[in-house]
T-cell receptor, first 115, second 111 residues
């Protein structure tokens, strides 16, 4: 399968625990995005990498959230001290470079439930 | 601030009943408008990219069109398997070309 891969698909955690999600983008894609989606809403942008550089972060991304993309390959998104409001689908997407803006391809997402 | 608004929020159709979904945007310097399909519990699946007013793209029963202020996704003779949420996203210039999404239109096609 050469698509975007996310792991785990589902995560249930207790409030206050830390969680980490992984995203493996399409191999030739150097752009990687993290989004969060809640029920009935469109995906909301969290952060963006070009290769290993984190170029942009949303105001939605509190200090409890951190993302990395070592060596410009896979990426991880960590949430520390989870809160019930963090419950959502976390989506990763990747795209090719290009000033014209190319389409982003999404993974299947990680569904986080904080109890 | 750039905005993407999709309408209607929800749409119920009978099988074979054609209709259109709307995506209106207020952005400065559009660098691509994207349509995605999203099934429950899954990530969005890419459908189309449109770049300039007047452009049209087709795939099976779906046709996407673009004007300077909005895009339409026309669904011709839909089938129950077309039931999904359809998302629109726009990309604007300025550094990172990050796609900004609307809230989507939930489409249900009844047999």
């Amino acid at each position: 399968d050469t698509g975007v891969s996310q792991d785990p698909r589902h995560k249930i955690t207790k409030r206050g625990q830390n969680v980490t999600f992984r995203c493996d983008p399409i191999s030739e894609h150097n752009r990687l995005y993290w989004y969060r989606q809640t029920l009935g809403q469109g995906p909301e942008f969290l952060t963006y990498f070009q290769n290993e550089a984190q170029l942009e972060k949303s105001r939605l991304l509190s200090d409890r959230f951190s993302a990395e993309r070592p060596k410009g390959s896979f990426s991880t998104l960590e949430i520390q001290r989870t809160e019930q409001g963090d419950s959502a689908m976390y989506l990763c997407a990747s795209s090719l470079p290009g000033t014209g803006g190319t389409e982003a391809f999404f993974g299947q997402g990680t569904r986080l439930t904080v109890v | 601030e750039d905005q993407v608004t999709q309408s209607p929020e929800a749409l119920r159709l009978q099988e074979g009943e054609s209709s259109s979904l709307n995506c209106s945007y207020t952005v400065s310097g559009l660098r691509g408008l994207f349509w995605y399909r999203q099934d429950p519990g899954k990530g969005p699946e890419f459908l189309f990219t449109l770049y300039s007013a007047g452009e049209e793209k087709e795939k099976e029963r779906l046709k996407a069109t673009l004007t300077k202020k909005e895009s339409f996704l026309h669904i011709t003779a839909p089938k129950p398997e077309d039931s999904a949420t359809y998302l629109c996203a726009v990309r604007t210039p300025g550094g990172s070309y990050i796609p900004t999404f609307g809230r989507g239109t939930s489409l249900i096609v009844h047999p």
